[in-house]
């Protein structure tokens, strides 16, 4: 399910909240806040000049953009947005983000970032809004840092401490035909490669699979594990899982279409079985069958039919917060209010993404899997749930019956996001499954 994200100015992952994750040492964050309360309702264009000079494949910079209530903290969902500019960007780029101002908004966070070393560059931060026909230039203080003092680069930046840390140096530059700019110098960072899972170059790749490319990345050697994560989420989601299943298995990580990397522009509504169907067409283009699966939420519910649907490919399966219908007899009901209220207000917005909406109406449509289904099951099977989950404790215990010898967990005080949150506990539950003769 989709949780919310709380969105904090040194925080620069995408939507996974894994709270042991290690960052950089010089991490940067650098944020320019813009009044917006009277364009409510308005179209919004961001844009800014761009050039990175990573010192590996593993650091870069970033433009994040969310919206606020009257407090700075105030986060309204469904408006942040996040471009991570390509690793090869060595030379000067203008990049551009678009939305619409919330009719709740007070101010817009302009979040300029950068993890691991090198030297990054900014200029020409530029804010403009749609008037009628128009685009309408909105003054941005020091936006082209022309006027800004040698002395005082970060004048007009909040959260100016996140660059005032060892191995960092934050100054204004003039190169030939552009005039001064922003440049970030970062070195001496230590980095846990799992803030990268998700966006590593290295490993990743895509397959074609129904006029979508759907990209994955490999990690470690061993049976094949594959990971399917949850409605919303990428790769990253199991940030906390990658690098310890990678000690003992060939992990294969997935972002599910409309999701992560897997990018879809269709317009037709999104299935599990569709889900599933991608995951054999990624299995037979690797060559593989009798793979283990652990599926987190929408992911279990796509490893439940892969494994009913095509039972050769699949070993073991693990299957956490996983539902077969979108009943009140299966989740809280409070999350289908929730979901169906979050649905309207993304149809009442001007230029709502399409495939958030796509992802959310299958939540209420999706999956209607019958239980006696199932019994084609050949994997051993566990099915695993938080005590205080989403889906109801009895549905839970009902997917454990019905496939055959499956086994039920039930997590004592944890809940949908144990994955996230907990993976410690997590990651032994899995492991103790998967290490069983």
């Known amino acids: 399910m989709i949780k919310t ?38 179209q919004y264009r961001l844009s800014i000049d761009i050039k990175n000079e990573p010192s590996d494949d593993i650091s870069g910079g970033t433009v994040m953009v969310l919206q606020t209530k009257k407090q700075d903290w105030e986060f309204l969902e469904n408006t942040r947005k996040t471009f991570f500019a ?49 685009w309408v230039d909105v003054p941005v203080e020091g936006g082209d840092f022309e006027k800004l003092s040698a002395g005082n680069p970060l004048k007009g930046f909040k959260n100016g401490e996140s660059a005032k840390k060892e191995g960092l140096s934050v100054s204004l530059v003039n190169q030939e035909g ?5 440049r970030i110098h970062a070195e001496g960072g230590t980095i846990d490669k ?33 990971l399917l994560h949850g409605n919303g989420g990428s790769i990253s989601s199991f940030a906390g899982q990658i690098e310890e299943f990678a000690k003992n298995y060939k992990v294969i990580a997935v972002d599910t279409r409309g999701q992560g990397k897997s990018i879809d522009m269709q317009t037709e509504h999104f299935s599990y079985d569709l889900f599933a169907d991608d995951m054999k067409t990624l299995l037979d283009s690797l060559g593989l069958k009798q793979v283990n699966v652990v599926g987190w939420s929408d992911g279990g519910n796509t490893g439940l039919l892969l494994a009913s649907k095509y039972p050769d490919y699949v070993k073991k399966l693990v299957t956490m917060g996983a539902n077969l219908n979108p009943s009140d007899s299966a989740i809280d009901k ?60 009895s549905h839970t215990r009902l997917i454990g019956a019905s496939i055959p010898g499956a086994k039920v967990s039930i997590l004592k005080g944890q809940t949908h996001e144990v994955v996230a949150d907990n993976p410690k506990v997590f990651n032994q539950v899995v492991l103790d499954f998967l290490k069983e003769h």
């Open 5 to 42: 994200i709380f969105y904090l100015a040194f925080l620069i992952v995408q939507q996974c909240a894994y709270s042991q994750l290690k960052y950089t040492t010089t991490n940067t964050a650098l944020v320019k806040l813009l009044p917006v309360k009277k364009y409510t309702g308005k």
């Open 86 to 134: 390509p690793k090869d960007s060595q030379t000067w780029k203008t990049y551009t983000i678009t939305g619409t101002i919330d009719s709740e908004a007070y101010k817009l966070w302009f979040t300029l970032a950068t993890y691991g070393n090198g030297d990054f560059y900014y200029d020409n931060m530029k804010f403009e809004i749609k008037e009628g026909e128009n």
């Open 178 to 182: 552009r005039g001064q700019s922003l």
């Open 194 to 226: 799992r803030f990268f899972y998700g966006n590593n170059s290295a490993t990743g790749k895509y397959i074609n699979s129904k006029g979508v490319k759907i990209y994955y990345e490999t990690y470690g050697e061993g049976e094949p594990l594959l």
């Open 334 to 393: 409070k999350m289908l209010k929730t979901i169906a209220k979050d649905i309207k207000q993304l149809k009442d917005q001007k230029n709502a993404e399409i495939v958030t909406i796509r992802l959310l109406e299958m939540l209420l449509q999706e999956p209607n899997i019958q239980p006696e289904s199932l019994g084609a099951i050949k994997a051993k099977t566990l099915v695993v749930a938080g005590e205080h989950d989403l889906i109801l404790e």
